[in-house]
């Protein structure tokens, strides 16, 4: 029976730890997200769809190759966001918020290039415009 449970055990500590997310840790000011990084184009236009829901304290974050004006959407999203933008001195220069939407969707779009970007619940982001933030890679 001792074998059946370190057994189970072993099972159960491989799958749990299999099924989280990699997380890094995102600082603007006196908050701190633990964010998942989207970097290539297919995450870039995942982004958050088909989610349920987000914990307050975390988020996805938008690398793009240069800075550019993106467009997001809300579409098939089951939450409001807040988009946070950034320049590339890693600056806040717009945060836009977003409703639900399951159609017809309008664009949602920063009004300068930028090179990141946060996806966040609504209301989550205390920050202001100029404010730097900072990235640690977890593994």
Do not use: Y
Not at 4 to 14: A, D, E, P, Q, Y
Not at 69 to 97: R, Y
């Amino acid at each position: 029976m001792k074998k059946f449970w370190r057994i189970f055990f072993i099972f159960f500590v491989t799958f749990f730890f299999s099924c989280q997310k990699n997380f890094s840790k995102l600082k603007i000011g006196d908050q701190i997200f633990f964010i998942e990084i989207a970097r290539t184009q297919q995450q870039h236009a995942r982004g958050l769809m088909f989610r349920k829901n987000l914990p307050e304290n975390r988020g996805m974050f938008f690398i793009f190759e240069r800075e550019k004006i993106p467009k997001f959407w809300m579409k098939n999203v089951n939450f409001p966001l807040e988009i946070v933008f950034f320049s590339a001195d890693k600056k806040v220069v717009e945060k836009i918020s977003g409703e639900i939407c399951a159609e017809n969707c309008p664009k949602i779009s920063p009004k300068m290039p930028i090179k990141f970007a946060l996806e966040l619940p609504k209301n989550n982001f205390r920050g202001k415009i100029g404010d730097e933030f900072f990235l640690e890679i977890l593994k």
